[in-house]
């Protein structure tokens, strides 16, 4: 969540429904008007109009019954006005409102385009100079996913340069004066993608920064080829940065896959379980789909950028690594009985694939070549979609308002269209294109989100709580559902997209969309696209309608391709194109492609359980018996119709349980037994989070003040922490730990960190922790994390490190690596670890040593990236 989102919710309500319709546009002749049933059997009506439709340019007024959203342009009025101008592309389609929608998006993206950004943590609040791209309406500043995502759908295709201004913002090195840890990876200026947002201090609880590489790649396929090379020079630095720390401070080598929070979903209340928020770095050591694709695209990308530049070696490395990464995806996050991948795990001591999913991670695996044809079909036929559309996640959480929960989100809803149509899936296609285009035409705006089962932009929730009610925060003129805006017309209808050498033509017109959209025209224009200097005029010539009768379903074949009235296949080089190009595609025949959609239905202010999770229950360990272990079970909620599943080490040890224990009387050899525990809805199968995982063996704890702690600050002698701990030169170390049975170890700080709130700030403690044997040789050694920490929680355990220990004498070492407070780009902050100088600080309350089930690495399919249990790579 942004850093502004908590003062605006207050801020943002809705106005009463007009009863009617301005009376002046009822007197303009070249108008249209479209009706869209709600949800609960009433009608909203959307008129459009303008002065001269056959004007070159057109100025449109655009007027709505639907209930809007207050904010700074239309200030709660159910009116607007905008003009086509010359810089940007039209459409012509015989359908008034489409190319008015058209002209919305290219307008409200103008609106986007700025010189100077802003936000109140930043600069003291005053304005930052940057020709680059604004979030939103609310939302002044630019963010490294929000942009990125944008520029993935459409924006870097139509205005490179502003992206490529937008994305170098996003870059940053060291702060003057400031070094990292000695382990740190990188070059010595340390040019890297910013991590902005997330949840405990940003990363590397969040890693989603890797989507950076999402619109880079498409900003260097649209950009002229000198400014390609020097921007191509700039992202290769700066990603071989980021991978290289990342893998540091992120990757496990156990599963392959990389640690962070879900891209985008960085509200952690809306999507993951409810203890979560007071224990974050279980967040940090849980796996995520989305942004595990985003790993593997910024890989892809670095390794491609690599070979052009000649360098070998780094280009076969992050090759390798991403074929790697490809296979871990699949291999932990593919559920067949789902049809579908899981869009998250558990953290540590349980590091079980969640029964949750969300549509952008599916869709990206689907876009990025993660899926295969056969899994691509299935989750497109799997995944749930409502009457209005596909939610951002499945299932919905219980007793959360509406943000991320309970949503749909346009720039979620194009990447489905996209992978809709690169898989040939006519009915989600269908669903997609419904989507947008009622979104943005009802609220004359390209919104931030709506509630999932009203499409509404605020659904006050009068029969519960106040404060289910939502969207909570719901921008117009949101970047990336102006991205995604653009995108569905040039990309998926126009079928517009620029490759690394050019052009790819692939429009996917669906009867439903030729029928509805297009009506009687034989022809659907996009005039003026300029793309690298070239000015294009793309011509669909479209079937006879009759060919489409209602009832018949399926999407249009290529039958010819012309430029300049030349046949030519669907790919294009630029040298192909001339100044000005006249571009036609005739469609033939209907081709009935995929059909499968999975339909869900209920009503907004009813948590059914066809619809919803569970809560997660609460798992605790009864005292140990004759060798054997008792979990007890506690449900928050009404327990009819729930049944639990418990996973020890996580994996599932017993399902479909009714009562409130169960106890393991075979626990194996596994070290050290952690149970957790799901709710299942019998009803619907639909399940809930993990419970917090219970461990049988607490090992052994050493508090900060014990004899063997050496460390150059003193402990309190009421409290026994050592207190502000964390500047580079602070020493912590612990002497003569005694290891009596040789195996695999945990070790966690015990700490906390209240120098932000757990949703805010870049000083999240990130440290480097390594274990020496008694002659002095590191036996492990890697980054731990110490998250924020809640203001009215005691200290907390740290992110674990892994050791395999023999029996004997060790020492453990702590010292400094670096957090987003080290870079330049924080140095106007005004919280912790900005203006007043970088900040990697905890209050340190000792150490835990607890033995812990480790399964072991995956080794890799390439011999330069064999990696070893304590994290380090081979070749290092």
Not at 40 to 68: C, E, I, K, M, S
Request: net charge neutral.
């Amino acid at each position: 969540m942004h850093t502004t989102q908590l003062q605006l919710r207050a801020l943002v309500t809705a106005l009463p429904m007009a009863l009617a319709l301005p009376a002046a546009m009822a007197q303009t002749p070249a108008s249209t008007t479209a009706h869209y049933p709600t949800w609960d059997g009433q009608q909203n009506t959307v008129r459009y109009a303008t002065p001269d439709a056959g004007a070159v340019l057109r100025n449109y007024t655009h007027a709505t019954t639907q209930r809007v959203r207050q904010g700074e342009a239309l200030d709660g009025k159910q009116e607007t006005g905008y003009a086509e101008t010359a810089q940007l592309p039209t459409v012509r389609t015989g359908n008034l409102g489409f190319d008015a929608l058209f002209a919305l998006a290219g307008v409200e993206m103008r609106r986007d385009a700025v010189s100077q950004i802003q936000d109140g943590s930043y600069n003291g609040g005053q304005p930052i100079a940057c020709d680059c791209f604004k979030t939103g309406e609310l939302w002044h500043y630019v963010w490294t996913r929000d942009l990125s995502y944008a520029a993935a759908l459409s924006l870097a295709m139509l205005d490179p340069q502003r992206v490529r201004n937008s994305l170098a913002f996003k870059l940053a090195g060291y702060r003057a004066g400031v070094t990292p840890g000695p382990e740190v990876a990188g070059t010595a200026d340390g040019l890297q993608i910013v991590q902005d947002t997330g949840s405990g201090g940003s990363w590397p609880v969040s890693t989603d920064r890797m989507s950076w590489a999402f619109g880079a790649d498409e900003a260097l396929k649209a950009l002229p080829p000198a400014e390609r090379q020097a921007f191509a020079v700039t992202a290769l630095k700066a990603l071989r940065n980021t991978l290289e720390n990342d893998r540091l401070a992120a990757f496990d080598p156990v599963d392959g896959l990389y640690n962070g929070e879900q891209s985008f979903l960085d509200w952690r209340e809306q999507s993951y379980a409810a203890w979560i928020p007071g224990d974050l770095a279980s967040m940090a050591t849980a796996k995520a789909l989305s942004t595990n694709v985003a790993h593997h695209q910024a890989l892809t990308l670095a390794a491609k950028l690599a070979r052009e530049q000649g360098e070998s070696a780094p280009a076969a490395r992050y090759a390798g690594w991403a074929a790697d990464l490809k296979a871990a995806i699949n291999r932990r996050f593919w559920q067949a009985d789902a049809g579908m991948y899981s869009s998250l795990t558990a953290g540590h001591f349980d590091g079980a694939a969640l029964y949750k999913y969300d549509w952008l991670g599916q869709s990206l695996a689907i876009l990025h070549g993660i899926a295969d044809p056969a899994q691509a079909q299935s989750i497109l036929a799997r995944y749930p979609h409502g009457p209005l559309g596909a939610p951002v996640i499945f299932p919905q959480q219980p007793g959360v308002a509406v943000y991320h929960n309970r949503a749909m989100w346009p720039f979620v809803t194009a990447h489905g269209l996209r992978a809709a149509a690169m898989t040939g899936n006519v009915a989600v296609a269908d669903a997609a294109y419904d989507t947008l285009l009622r979104g943005a035409a009802l609220n004359l705006s390209n919104m931030e989100n709506f509630e999932w089962l009203s499409g509404e932009p605020l659904l006050a929730d009068k029969q519960a709580q106040a404060d289910l009610s939502g969207p909570v925060v719901n921008s117009r003129q949101m970047l990336w559902s102006i991205g995604g805006y653009l995108g569905m017309v040039v990309g998926e209808i126009f079928g517009v997209h620029t490759t690394d050498t050019g052009l790819a033509l692939r429009p996917f017109v669906t009867a439903k969309l030729r029928r509805e959209a297009f009506g009687a025209s034989d022809t659907a224009t996009l005039n003026n696209l300029q793309l690298r200097g070239k000015r294009l005029q793309v011509k669909l010539l479209l079937p006879p309608l009759a060919t489409a009768p209602v009832g018949r379903q399926g999407y249009y074949a290529i039958d010819r391709i012309t430029v300049n009235g030349q046949q030519v296949g669907a790919a294009l080089d630029w040298s192909a194109l001339a100044d000005d190009n006249l571009v036609e595609i005739r469609l033939g025949a209907l081709l009935p492609g995929q059909q499968a959609i999975r339909r869900v239905d209920g009503q907004p202010y009813q948590a059914d359980p066809a619809l919803y999770a569970p809560f997660e229950p609460r798992a605790t360990l009864a005292p140990r018996t004759r060798g054997a272990t008792t979990v007890r079970i506690a449900y928050p909620g009404d327990t009819q119709g729930v049944v639990y599943n418990i996973y020890r080490n996580g994996q599932q040890v017993a399902q479909g349980l009714s009562a409130s224990t169960w106890t393991d009387r075979s626990p194996g050899k596994t070290g050290n037994a952690c149970y957790a525990v799901e709710a299942i809805y019998t009803s619907s199968g639909n399940r809930s989070h993990h419970s917090a995982p219970a461990c049988v063996q607490a090992g052994q704890t050493i508090g900060a003040g014990d004899a063997r702690v050496r460390s150059n600050l003193r402990a309190e002698t009421r409290t026994g922490r050592i207190s502000h701990w964390g500047a580079p030169a602070d020493t912590f170390s612990v002497r003569k730990i005694r290891i009596a049975r040789g195996g695999d170890y945990a070790l966690q700080i015990l700490y906390r960190n209240t120098a932000h709130q757990i949703n805010l700030g870049i000083s999240g403690g990130v440290k480097w922790l390594a274990v020496m044997d008694a002659a002095g040789r590191q036996m492990a050694g890697g980054v731990v994390q110490m998250p924020h920490s809640p203001e009215s929680a005691g200290p907390s355990y740290s992110t674990p490190l892994h050791a395999n220990l023999e029996p004997g004498n060790y020492r453990l070492e702590l010292r400094d690596f670096y957090n987003m407070s080290y870079l330049q780009s924080n140095s106007t902050y005004g919280d912790a670890g900005g203006a007043q100088g970088a900040s990697n600080h905890v209050d340190l309350y000792g150490v835990r040593i607890m033995p812990a089930f480790r399964p072991e690495p995956q080794a890799s399919l390439f011999g330069d990236t064999i990696t070893r249990p304590n994290g380090l790579d081979a070749d290092k």
